[in-house]
């Protein structure tokens, strides 16, 4: 299985791509992992936040495919503990999906053609988190979910 991460955009904070960086490379033990940046929209001054979800949808959906199995980190999805989420992607690994894709969007959220697309919906807390935040709280989820499914030693209960 592989799996992707797309996020609108790039991180302000040299630390926070350090983290995110760091998790990478300790997923990638256990799958095949990457992420996708797909640029800022530039000029949004004058757009309203309808035109540059829009603007955003248009370039992640040019980054999926037909067979992606693709799940939004959306603050309306199902809110999962840490040992449920693994149990989400061992299921994922157990179905054969073969592309599995988390999307985090931009500041304003998803387009409906977004939505429309997503086979679900995940939320990492009922709390709001910066877009650029999100993309280290799931790298962590994401390793952690790797190592409860292998019997590692990092996740407590």
Not at 5 to 19: D, H, M, P, R, Y
Not at 48 to 55: A, F, M, R
Not at 117 to 122: P, V
Request: charged share 25%; net charge positive.
């Amino acid at each position: 299985m592989k799996i992707l991460l797309i996020v609108v955009g790039k991180t302000n904070f040299e630390w926070l791509s350090q983290a995110v960086e760091m998790y990478s490379k300790r997923i990638k033990k256990y799958v095949n992992f990457d992420i996708k940046y797909i640029s800022d929209v530039k000029n949004t001054k004058n757009m309203t936040s309808e035109i540059q979800k829009n603007k955003e949808g248009e370039l992640i959906m040019l980054q999926l495919a037909a067979k992606d199995n693709v799940v939004l980190l959306d603050e309306r999805g199902e809110n999962f503990s840490s040992v449920q989420f693994s149990c989400f992607i061992s299921d994922k690994i157990m179905s054969s999906t073969k592309s599995l894709v988390f999307v985090i969007g931009g500041a304003y959220g998803f387009a409906q053609d977004v939505y429309k697309r997503a086979d679900s919906k995940l939320s990492l807390s009922k709390m709001t988190f910066s877009h650029q935040l999100v993309r280290l709280v799931f790298a962590e989820q994401l390793y952690r979910a790797f190592t409860i499914i292998n019997g590692e030693p990092y996740h407590h209960e």
